[in-house]
């Protein structure tokens, strides 16, 4: 159940990137996947490695997803604008605008 | 073969079905299941035993054809009974009413071993002691002697472990046991999860704990009361080395006691193999003889008589002596032998039927078991046909008003689906069950679903200026591969599910499918037949009549410019769904959780805190009791849940309400073990992944794998948000819920495969478009579709919804919001993923780079042309026409400037050809090109600085007011709220 809560978290959250730039790193499924690992990783971390079952998932568990999932899209990001400056382009290896 | 002719043939084919499938329901009947008819289901789960270590395919198969010999020899008529998954086996009694005897008959292991009673009757220093008649109970052997159950499990527990050379029976049986109050509290269980698999947390409660006795001992119950029948309350420990076993008996018999002096009491007579012979004959000398040794001088021969027991599945049926001086060298078996055991004629026939037909190769744990009325059945499938009718004619009726002649053709189709199902049904025959009704309601969707597809295409086409003729021959060709792709996905997902979940649900998936390739057949093959015949008739020369006179005025939404405001609305219904899931979490039904749940109504009036005394009175204190309501049951009817009952217990407390209200026949219950609800679970996780991983490789492979990504994270949103959802409301998620997961799967991409078919076919046709103009023109095509196939399949599930019954009503409250939520994710979530991801490729990029600089930096939502200083909307260039010389796309020229003589040419052709003056031979079914000439529109012009396109490749010719959309697109800024 714990894992369904972040999942469910991540996956929520992911949808607000559409109002950012695209400069994830493999676009907006490039963020879904940051979104996600983020929220889960994040999650197990909390919890010392243990997915919270039916019984002791809470309303905590699904908040600490937030932060996993945050982070995550933002490493997806920072890693895109950093392979964009490597490169010198925008998407596509085309100069950026 | 000409078309004509074919068309002709596949009518005669249809018609000639139609006529059969009538005479094969007049003369067949619907085989009904359980929950129609009324019954008991058990479902086993196989464990290991010594003699079988693993429970094997050859394991399972051997124990099928004992319970079905078992099944059959107890005059069960139509039994079900198969494997279900790989140490399962589920065992269908229609008619019968009595659970317990049942599990009595079909799932006992059957095990009558014997043993040598006072050489492996155990003390309480662990060793036997022949001639202590505490320990073996002297003459009253099975009867005296021994110890309470307790004191008996936690002695035996402190043995070690011996396999007694192969012989033992078990492989240690575990209990669970309260020290305090001394008392077994559950046990022998094979597993320990079996003990604590219905308990909080899954582990023993504060002041319990679980003992194992190991192999090579038993405990065994002492012999019952024969006169009263009643239970021994004395329990022995054996050490587990039987010197004989059931399987060594045959001709078993039930028969009367009529030796000398016999009282006539029921028995079970027997005869050895060769081997039990010879067995019995040894360890009947060996009793003699350690008789004869300890007869003391003075003492009656009696005193020192020894015993033999025979014990079945661990209770003493008998114990009776060897007399030494009339056996001295113990008894030959080639007479026989009997066991009188207490028995009532009826127990005494079905231990000789058991016995008989040979033990289980393997233990049979019973992990769930139901029983339904005939009445509650009677009740269901009334509801379940009635929520099927009133689906049909939901969609019936939404077809005629929609497609109007199309409609009738279309509901002609559904009839004949319906007809030829039925006698599918009938023919394999399909047990039919209220799953199934569920699956066979949804085809219904299905089928209509096709038809508004391939309906849909063909008024675009007519619309388009093709004749009706063309129109439909169009039409069926280029709606099929879009039905054929969400047809072969809603197989597989009913594929999957059929292979990995349990009976009920199979039979939804089996109906599912078979439902699908059905409608496929009627809702394709017949109606296309139909239509290309009736397509040069009267009736059908109007396109009025088929509902695409008008123009339809073109929907023209900035979808992929408004997707940021849907992508924000479903990020904060996930995002209230975790919550949800967090704080609520999700209402498992026993399904899952375990435990039992009777549905009763009662006669007498009764609260809920009356029907709460009675399970009290039954010590189950943590009983809910819900008062339901049913009018077709009856003014009080309550559903009860607890923990799991064994059949017996389910028994008493049927009793005890009979007694204290009186019960009709609408009596049902469920008992599912812990066992079954974590296999329910496991499988229903694995199910939906591999549904999952099977479609995105099934859209991989039809369009690219690029469109296979956007599919995944629509369905994900889909089920996440119908578990939201059911979080927020509380309803309870049972086995229905999880199918109803599954074919949510393949309906949400039902609509998803509607608009990527489409923008497939766009993307060659607007080689200069931006990706998100191409998708906001396929999706302004095909949203009527998608729209109208969602409907369509929400209307037959609103009728399960309020017409069904409970079962019904778990399928479609789960179908109705998934339904609902694949269509918007189809449009809303999918197409702009995909457009979000492909706009990075390179082409599209540079198109982009290309509209912005026409559009002072803006990307318009639909492609559009300046003709004559004027912004015109552009449509797809149609491929080209068979048999005609292909022509170069009639693009704007990368210098506007210069037109190609060949590009001239084709302007001209296709102004000729859309203005009417240059129809091939006036033939009147010439197909024109997608925009029909209207008006004097601005000619294109050889040498032109005034027309230019920005995505599409051919200009209206007559200028239309700007798009709504695509103005609205500029005001913002364009490219849809996503910056480079």
Not at chain 2, 304 to 323: C, K, M, N, R
Not at chain 2, 351 to 376: H, M, N, Y
Request: positive net charge.
């Amino acid at each position: 159940m714990g894992m369904l809560a972040w999942v469910m978290m991540g996956l929520a959250l992911w949808h607000f990137t559409i109002w950012l730039p695209d400069r994830f790193w493999g676009g907006i499924v490039g963020a879904f996947v940051g979104a996600l690992i983020g929220a889960v990783v994040f999650g197990l971390i909390v919890n010392g490695g243990a997915i919270p079952g039916r019984h002791a998932t809470d309303l905590v568990t699904a908040l600490e997803a937030i932060p996993g999932a945050l982070l995550g899209m933002a490493a997806v990001y920072f890693q895109g604008i950093r392979r964009e400056r490597q490169h010198g382009t925008g998407v596509a290896g085309l100069p950026r605008r | 073969m000409s078309a004509r002719r074919r068309n002709l043939l596949i009518l005669l084919v249809v018609a000639g079905l139609a006529i059969a499938s009538v005479a094969v329901v007049m003369t067949h009947s619907v085989k009904r299941g359980l929950d129609l008819k009324g019954g008991v289901e058990l479902v086993y789960q196989g464990r290991p035993t010594p003699q079988q270590p693993k429970v094997d395919s050859q394991a399972i198969d051997r124990a099928l054809e004992v319970i079905r010999k078992r099944v059959d020899a107890f005059g069960v008529s139509e039994p079900e009974i198969q494997r279900s998954g790989s140490d399962q086996i589920t065992v269908g009694l229609p008619g019968t009413q009595n659970a317990q005897r049942a599990v009595r008959q079909v799932g006992k292991v059957a095990q009558l071993q014997f043993y040598d009673w006072e050489s492996d009757v155990l003390g309480p220093d662990l060793k036997p002691n022949p001639s202590d008649p505490n320990v073996t109970g002297g003459q009253s052997a099975g009867q005296a002697g021994g110890m309470p159950y307790y004191d008996a499990v936690v002695l035996a527990s402190k043995r070690p472990p011996t396999a007694n050379g192969g012989k033992a029976t078990t492989n240690g049986e575990y209990f669970l046991v309260n020290d305090k109050q001394k008392k077994v509290l559950a046990g022998p269980a094979d597993v320990t999860t079996d003990l604590t698999g219905d308990l909080p947390g899954g582990k023993p409660p504060p002041g319990t704990r679980i003992v194992k006795v190991n192999q090579g001992t038993i405990v065994v119950r002492g012999e019952k009361n024969r006169q009263t029948k009643q239970a021994a309350s004395n329990y022995y420990i054996l050490n587990d080395a039987p010197a004989l076993s059931g399987t060594e008996l045959t001709n078993v018999k039930q028969d009367f006691n009529r030796s000398g002096g016999g009282n006539g009491a029921p028995i079970v007579t027997f005869s050895f193999t060769d081997k039990g012979r010879s067995a019995w004959h040894d360890v009947t000398r060996r009793i003699a003889q350690r008789g004869q040794s300890q007869a003391a001088p003075g003492q009656p021969p009696t005193a020192s008589f020894q015993h033999f027991a025979a014990v079945l599945d661990g209770e003493l049926v008998t114990v009776p002596y060897i007399d030494y001086q009339q056996n001295p060298d113990g008894i030959d078996g080639a007479n026989g032998a009997d066991i009188e055991g207490g028995f009532t004629i009826q127990s005494a026939q079905d231990l000789a039927k058991l016995l008989q037909i040979g033990a289980l190769p393997i233990k049979l744990k019973l992990i769930s078991q139901s029983q339904v009325s005939a009445t509650l059945g009677k009740q269901a499938l009334s509801q379940g046909v009635t929520a099927g009718l009133v689906g049909l004619g939901l969609v019936a009726l939404f077809l005629l008003v929609f497609y109007r002649v199309l409609g009738l053709i279309a509901v002609g189709a559904l009839a004949l689906y319906a007809m030829y199902f039925a006698a599918l049904i009938e023919l394999i025959p399909i047990t039919l069950t209220l799953p199934g009704i569920a699956g066979l309601i949804l085809t219904i969707g299905v089928a209509a679903d096709a038809n508004i597809v391939i309906f849909e295409r063909v008024k675009e086409e007519i619309r388009a200026g093709a004749s009706v003729p063309r129109g439909i021959a169009a039409g069926y060709k280029k709606g099929l591969t879009a039905i054929i792709d969400a047809n072969v996905v809603t197989l597989m997902t009913a594929f999957i599910l059929f292979i990995l979940a349990t009976a009920g649900v199979k039979g939804f998936a089996f109906v599912l499918g078979i439902g699908t390739i059905v409608s496929f057949l009627t809702a394709v093959l017949a109606t296309q037949a139909i239509l290309a015949t009736l397509g040069r008739s009267s009736i059908l020369r109007s396109p009025a009549a088929l509902g695409a006179a008008k123009r339809r005025r073109a929907i023209r939404f900035d979808f992929m410019g408004a997707s940021r405001w849907f992508f924000s609305m479903s990020g904060v219904i996930l995002l209230v769904g975790a919550l949800a899931i967090g704080s609520n979490g999700l209402n498992f039904g026993i399904d899952f959780e375990s435990g039992t749940r009777i549905k009763t109504s009662v006669q007498r009036p009764a609260t809920e805190n009356d029907i709460r005394a009675v399970m009290k009175a039954q010590g189950y204190n943590d009983a809910k009791i819900q008062r339901v309501s049913d009018k077709a049951q009856g003014k009080y009817v309550f559903q009860i849940s607890t923990k799991t009952l064994q059949p017996n217990k389910v028994q008493q407390v049927r009793n005890a309400l009979d007694q204290r209200f009186g019960i009709g026949n609408n009596f049902s219950n469920t008992s599912i073990g812990p066992t079954f609800g974590q296999t329910i679970a496991r499988t229903a996780v694995i199910a939906i992944i591999a549904s999952l991983l099977v479609i995105s490789a099934y859209i991989a492979l039809r369009f690219e794998w690029k469109y296979a990504v956007p599919v995944l994270i629509a369905l994900m949103h889909d089920l996440l948000i119908t578990s939201g959802v059911y979080s927020l409301t509380g309803r309870e998620v049972t086995t229905s819920t999880v199918a109803a997961l599954l074919t949510i799967l393949g309906y949400s991409l039902y609509d998803t495969i509607i608009v990527f078919d489409r923008v497939r076919e766009n993307v060659p046709r607007m080689p200069r478009a931006a990706f998100s103009q191409i998708v906001n023109r396929s999706m302004s095509e095909v949203l009527t579709r998608s729209l109208a196939t969602t409907l369509c399949t929400l209307l037959p599930v609103t009728a399960l919804l309020l017409f069904g019954g409970d079962t019904l009503k778990d399928f479609a409250f789960a179908l109705l919001v998934g339904v609902a939520s694949g269509a918007y994710s189809s449009i809303f979530i999918a197409s702009p993923v995909l457009t979000h991801w492909k706009e990075r490729e390179r082409v599209y990029v540079q198109r982009d780079e290309r509209i912005r600089g026409e559009n002072d930096g803006l990307v318009p939502a639909y492609a559009v042309a300046t003709v004559a200083g004027e912004a015109v909307e552009v449509e797809p260039v149609a491929p080209a026409r068979a048999g005609r010389r292909r022509r170069g796309r009639v693009t704007a020229p990368e210098q506007p400037d210069e037109v190609s003589p060949e590009e001239f040419d084709d302007m001209v052709a296709d102004i000729a050809e859309e203005t009417g003056d240059g129809a091939p031979n006036g033939e009147p079914d010439a197909q024109p090109q997608p925009v029909p000439a209207r008006g004097n529109g601005p000619r294109a012009r050889r040498r032109t600085s005034s027309t230019s396109t920005t995505g599409g490749s051919t200009p209206r010719k007559k200028a239309e007011p700007k798009p709504k959309g695509a103005s609205k697109s500029k005001r913002r800024g364009g490219r849809h709220g996503r910056n480079r």
